[in-house]
């Protein structure tokens, strides 16, 4: 942000930084140590911010895959077939990628507290028409609509983030928060099968509703804004309203209003689609998504068919994914910053983006090779904890990829990392919510080891993308640079 150092009159207050711009209207500015900055506040403020969004960021990714341990009993309930309900993890998986297409440039316009508050609160009502849907049309419907309004957590959580947090301790705190999107889909079955075998599917909405609904009201309590535009924004209106005459922010956009919000709603697609490096990224991570949604909703068949399992113990077999996310969590993430801060020391202390990418290279790794393992241990029916201690290391190398990619977004785009954060999103929850429906065919066609080999060699062919961009990344930025 800017120092206040703008050609003019320069002013200090332990609040404020005035200058003048050339119309004599004063520049408010955020001053050195001013306690309204976001990144100053002190650090349980920004950790409430951080859990309150992170709640949101698990609860809708909860949502999408918590019913599928009563895919079964929800076809038949509503007397459809298996596939036809896959349709609502689809409906809900899709919208929660387009939703970040509009949300993010929202944050970017109005503020991110208002979006949180708004739409989480929308989220948690239509919580209640899916449990009361009468049938598969209605519940793929409502769900869609959920799906959209639960993005907010996700489309917004990267930038609430980058808006608290300097970018040399920034990994950390966000491999935390991006637990969300990833343990939401790994939990969610396992409280999913636990209430529909105790209860009935339609209580796994009913839960639903309950703790969005003290998510939001803590949100409306706890929840401050974060975005330093939204923040001067509302100090600019106090002073002309308290001290009349004219006042601006520092780089405040004259433009007319429509005018923004038009060009803030095209700039996550126009990043997705003119920077290589976001759209291979995004296609990588899609793949990913696309796998972790097709293994989830093919577990019953699974270890349900294959091993046994009753629905419970289903469920506990997603808790394999989770454990590799805290493993990651816990000792790989928070070197992101240790090998950034070193890096960028090294190279002068200038920081690049690129530093955030040779940790991904574990995930290169570790994905395809787990996904083998998988794959084959399953065909030839090997015993089922060989078959789960894979998906730990699955899960291992997607939160380092994810985590890696994310903060490679935020640091390429800094002012817009929303945007760039929500470009990614919406290919990888697209992509990956569409891939289930045709996985079914595809393991019934050539069995569990060459279909979940199919997704094995295609993570393959992405592997190198962390050490290309490493090297080449700064290049390509350059090469495609474009105005936001």
């Known amino acids: 942000m800017s ?4 050609n003019g009159t320069h002013e200090r207050t332990g609040l404020l930084s005035f200058t003048e711009d050339d119309n004599s209207r004063k520049i408010i500015d955020f001053s050195d140590w001013d306690e309204e900055d976001p990144r100053n506040w002190p650090k349980s403020r920004k950790l409430t911010n951080v859990g309150i969004i992170a709640l949101m ?141 105790h209860l009935s599917w339609r209580w796994v909405f009913w839960f639903l ?65 003119t920077q290589p490096i976001v ?25 349900g068919g294959i091993y046994g ?38 190279h002068h202390d200038e920081p690049q983006p690129e530093y955030r990418l040779p940790l991904a290279n574990i995930g290169a790794v570790l994905i395809p090779g787990s996904l083998f393992w998988f794959a084959w241990t399953v065909h030839y029916k090997a015993h089922w904890a060989v078959t789960v201690l894979s998906t730990v290391f699955f899960g291992l190398g997607q939160i380092t990829i994810l985590n890696t990619a994310q903060n490679y977004y935020i640091d390429s785009f800094s002012k817009y990392a929303a945007s760039a954060i929500a470009a990614g999103a919406v290919f990888r929850s697209i992509i990956g919510g569409i891939i289930p429906i045709f996985t079914p065919s595809l393991f019934r066609q050539v069995g569990y080891g060459w279909g979940v080999s199919v997704f094995a060699f295609t993570s393959l062919l992405l592997s190198p993308a962390p050490v290309l961009f490493y090297y080449y990344g700064g290049w390509i930025r350059e090469a495609f640079a474009i105005d936001l």
């Open 309 to 346: 399992f009753s629905t419970t113990q289903v469920g506990l077999v997603y808790l394999g994914p989770g454990i590799g996310f805290f493993i990651a969590v816990w000792f790989i993430i928070p070197k992101i910053d240790t090998i950034y801060n070193y890096l960028s020391k090294k």
């Open 57 to 197: 960021a698990v609860l809708s990714p909860l949502a999408s895959s918590m019913f599928t341990p009563g895919i079964s009993e929800i076809a038949k309930d509503l007397k459809t077939s298996d596939d036809v309900i896959v349709g609502a993890t689809t409906s809900f998986v899709v919208f929660l990628g387009i939703g970040p297409l509009i949300l993010a440039p929202l944050s970017e316009t109005f503020g991110r507290r208002k979006l949180y508050l708004i739409c989480f609160s929308i989220f948690a009502v239509l919580q209640i028409p899916t449990a009361l849907s009468p049938n598969a049309a209605s519940l793929i419907a409502v769900r869609a609509i959920s799906g959209f309004f639960g993005s907010v957590g996700i489309a917004n959580g990267g930038g609430t983030i980058s808006d608290m947090f300097h970018p040399s301790e920034r990994a950390g705190i966000f491999g935390w928060y991006l637990l969300g999107p990833l343990l939401g889909p790994t939990l969610g079955p396992l409280f999913g099968g636990l209430i529909v075998q």
């Open 279 to 303: 759209l291979i990224m995004a296609i990588w991570q899609a793949i990913l998504f696309g796998t972790t949604y097709s293994l989830y909703t093919n577990f019953e068949d699974i270890y």
């Open 209 to 273: 509703a309950i703790i969005c609904t003290v998510n939001t009201i803590l949100a409306f309590l706890l929840l401050r804004e974060s975005y330093a535009p939204a923040i001067l924004e509302n100090r600019r209106q106090k002073y002309e309203e308290s001290q009349g005459g004219k006042f601006r922010i520092v780089n405040q956009d004259d433009r007319p209003f429509w005018t923004k919000l038009g060009e803030s709603m095209q700039r996550p697609l126009k990043i997705l689609f």
């Open 3 to 6: 120092d206040g150092t703008a």
